[in-house]
């Protein structure tokens, strides 16, 4: 009897060990179970904001080693960001106006406002300052990345006549370049505006000629002209343009002198200014 009492304990033992094992294994399964459940349940990525992805650097099935999954931006609200001189950025202020071109808008000028001003320079050779510009006008022909041509409007004054930048000229000696109005001409269904410049203190009496091209722009309920120079190439076209139109006057005048165009009088000659000898 005490062999088989021997056996008999040694079996139960035996079991009892067995289903403590066993139960050790299957806590371990569940716990295993779970710690899978979470993880499938945290691969699901929500965004804290609304926007629009612009890039997806993990993909369903790769590991996950770290970094950025994806990118989130906001394209309902663009800004332009420019980089100013520190010669300038003094003068810019939060609030200030602002008005910018781009390729995708074409000759619509858009509208803008100062929402941010750098208070550290940006890294490079160059001292500049990051300036942040949001857009006021919307248009559904922006896209994010698109470069831009912006003006900051430092200062405004109303009911004033204007003259384009380059219309105010000095010559080499430093001496002021007046500019009248001489005539308006029609190319291409555009029209150009010259202008004849008298420098008083030139003694050869040299006459220069400024073309520009007329542009009718609105800003709200307000409308108004705005000049921009033409290049080099367009111009000697104008120009040539312009002495053609003399040359057809010409053909229609007197015997009188022309001081414009030193042909032979042309009454109404876009470059007489009326002193005919």
Same mark, same amino acid.
């Given at each position: 009897?005490?062999? &088989?009492?021997? &056996?008999?304990?040694? +079996? ?8 403590? +094992?066993?139960?050790?294994? =299957? ?12 993880? /499938? !349940? ?11 992805? =612009? ?8 590991? @996950? ?15 332009? +960001?420019?980089? /100013? ?5 003094? %003068? ?27 208070? =550290?320079?940006?890294?490079? *050779? ?25 003006? /900051?409007?430092?200062? !405004?004054?109303?009911?004033?006549? =204007? ?8 010559? #080499? ?12 001409? !029609? ?12 420098? #008083? ?14 542009? *009718?722009?609105?800003?709200?309920? #307000?409308?108004? %002209? ?12 104008? @120009? ?22 030193? !042909? ?14």
């Amino acid at each position: 009897m005490s062999s &088989q009492q021997n &056996q008999y304990e040694g +079996s139960r033992d035996n079991l009892k060990s067995a289903r403590a +094992s066993a139960g050790v294994a =299957t806590q371990q399964q569940e716990n295993a179970v779970d710690t899978y459940q979470e993880q /499938i !349940e945290k691969g699901t990525l929500k965004a804290g904001i609304s926007g629009t992805v =612009t890039a997806i650097n993990v993909k369903q099935g790769d590991t @996950y080693a770290g970094g950025v999954i994806a990118t989130i931006q906001d394209c309902s609200a663009f800004v332009v +960001s420019a980089e /100013i001189d520190e010669y300038d950025i003094a %003068d810019v202020k939060l609030g200030m106006k602002a008005v910018f071109k781009t390729d995708a808008t074409r000759d619509e000028q858009l509208q803008g406002e100062v929402i941010f001003i750098s208070p =550290t320079p940006t890294q490079g *050779s160059n001292v500049t300052y990051q300036v942040k510009v949001k857009i006021n006008s919307p248009t559904d022909r922006l896209r994010l990345g698109m470069n831009a041509k912006l003006n /900051i409007i430092l200062r !405004e004054t109303a009911d004033v006549l =204007t003259v384009p930048y380059d219309a105010v000229q000095q010559d #080499e000696n430093g001496n002021d370049v007046a500019f009248h109005f001489v005539t308006t001409l !029609e190319h291409e269904g555009k029209t150009y505006v010259y202008l004849q410049g008298d420098d #008083e203190n030139d003694e050869d009496d040299a006459m220069v000629i400024e073309i520009f091209e007329l542009e *009718s722009e609105e800003d709200g309920d #307000e409308a108004y %002209d705005r000049l921009y120079p033409v290049d080099d190439d367009l111009y000697e076209v104008l @120009y040539n343009k312009l002495l053609e139109e003399v040359q057809k006057q010409a053909e229609l005048g007197d015997e009188d002198a022309c001081e414009g165009c030193e !042909e032979e009088s042309c009454e109404g000659c876009p470059l007489d200014d009326g002193k005919a000898e």
